[in-house]
């Protein structure tokens, strides 16, 4: 069978747990050679799991340890993939955190924790891609895009979320930044999308779904009647990766079972 993705190499941030982990798996499955990126000394067994799972199923992988809000790490990450690799295809600007907190009570370093990860993070890593995909240039081989930069946003891109004022700022700047890079460099052949989720079930959120109670309340907010599966962002990001979206870029897909579809008027409102 063809594979999408075939021989591409995959940078996914935040890949040892949740829609990171399951997002490298799918690549995987497409034929991208995938860095399984991973914050602190502490996930790395969680990371190599992945690798193994991966390697299990005939793929390729790798894990690599970056703290994507540090810069030096950032660049040593990318540097140190194209020296393996040969290059870098797809990027999938995944790594994120909540320290949510009622606004007045806030502090200064909750905001900037959550910003240096959420936007910080994406932007250091989009800009050491779109670097590596201008060195590069286009091998229709590989792909008939230079390269791809998938950003992991969220449905509170768009949805203001009361308790999380830091986390919905930096999905809103993602927003932005997604944008005004796809316009930046179409011409020049790099494609740059964001996946913007809803209701996944990964640790991140483990509190809206672990008791019978909390699922049935997040039911009233999902029009579709279930809570996501990290393959259901997985399988979006092929095909975001792949050269069948070609012509999408500056777009985001939300993939939230219609979360953004005004629920509470689901009954007439
Ligand atoms: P998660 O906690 O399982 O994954 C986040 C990952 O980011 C973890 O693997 C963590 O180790 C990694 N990470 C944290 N700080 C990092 C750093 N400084 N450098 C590199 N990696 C770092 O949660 P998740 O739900 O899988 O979240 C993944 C992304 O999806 C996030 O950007 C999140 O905002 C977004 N998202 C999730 C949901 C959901 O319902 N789960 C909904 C919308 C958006």
């Known amino acids: 069978m063809e594979k999408k993705l075939q021989n591409q190499v995959a940078i996914v941030t935040g890949a040892s747990s949740g829609i990171g982990a399951g997002t490298a798996l799918e690549l995987a499955k497409a034929g991208a050679v995938v860095i399984v990126n991973y914050p602190f000394a502490g996930s790395k067994d969680a990371a190599d799991v992945i690798v193994s799972e991966i390697r299990a199923d005939g793929g390729n992988a790798q894990s690599y340890q970056c703290d994507v809000s540090k810069e030096p790490e950032v660049e040593k990450m990318f540097a140190d993939t194209v020296t393996q690799w040969g290059t870098v295809d797809i990027l999938i600007n995944n790594a994120g955190i909540q320290k949510d907190a009622p606004f007045t009570s806030m502090s200064l370093e909750a905001w900037n924790q959550v910003l240096a990860v959420n936007l910080n993070g994406q932007f250091l890593c989009a800009r050491e891609a779109i670097k590596e995909f201008l060195r590069r240039g286009v091998h229709p081989e590989r792909s ?115 979360m953004t579809l005004y629920p509470g008027f689901e009954d007439n409102g």
């Not at 919905?168 to 996946?195: D, L, Y």
């Not at 997040?218 to 792949?242: C, E, F, Q, T």
Request: hydrophobic share 45%; charged share 15%.
């Open 144 to 258: 008939v895009a230079a390269g791809k930069i998938i950003c992991m946003s969220s449905v509170h891109e768009v949805i203001p979320w009361s308790g999380h004022a830091n986390y919905a700022a930096s999905k809103g700047g993602i927003m932005m930044m997604m944008k005004t890079i796809a316009q930046e460099f179409a011409g020049k052949k790099v494609r740059v999308n964001s996946i913007a989720p809803g209701a996944i079930k990964t640790p991140l959120n483990h509190a809206a779904w672990e008791t019978p109670e909390a699922l049935q309340s997040l039911m009233n907010l999902i029009p579709y009647k279930r809570i996501g599966d990290v393959s259901d962002i997985g399988k979006a990001a092929v095909w975001l990766a792949s050269d069948d979206s070609d012509y999408v870029t500056g777009a985001t897909l939300f993939v939230d079972g219609g």
